[in-house]
Nanobody
């Protein structure tokens, strides 16, 4: 199966921005539901943002709504997570995930294929 590769993580100051990218190693993401999850040290992996199989409007966790924006590129070869107004609580490993099926609630267990994760650290 095609792999997912995340990039763009790093260190940002509080109030700063980072942009994460997720690309599929083979083919496009046009027929996939795609989501971003994150896992902070000592915590469970949690949903951040997602776009359904048929495209449409992205959905967000309440904790990031208004600060993060998920988008696809025009060729559906990658998805992005623009993270603005970062806070220390956003520090986590961020994972991209996909499934070829329609998802309604973007539960962690709905997603079949995962990237390796990229570290985001927000600190002054």
């Amino acid at each position: 199966q095609a792999q997912l590769v995340e990039s763009g993580g790093g260190l940002a100051q509080p109030g700063g921005s980072l942009r994460l990218s997720c690309a599929k190693s083979q083919g496009t993401l046009a027929d996939d539901s795609v989501a971003w999850f994150r896992q902070a040290p000592g915590k469970e992996r949690e949903f951040v943002a997602g776009i359904g199989w048929s495209g449409g409007t992205a959905v967000y966790a309440e904790s990031v709504k208004g600060r993060f924006t998920m988008s696809r590129d025009n060729a559906d070869s990658a998805v992005f997570l623009q993270m603005n107004s970062l806070i220390p609580e956003d520090t986590a490993v961020y994972y991209c995930a996909r499934t070829p099926f329609i998802v309604r609630f973007f539960r962690l267990t709905d997603f079949l294929y995962w990237g390796q994760g990229t570290q985001v650290t927000v600190s002054s």
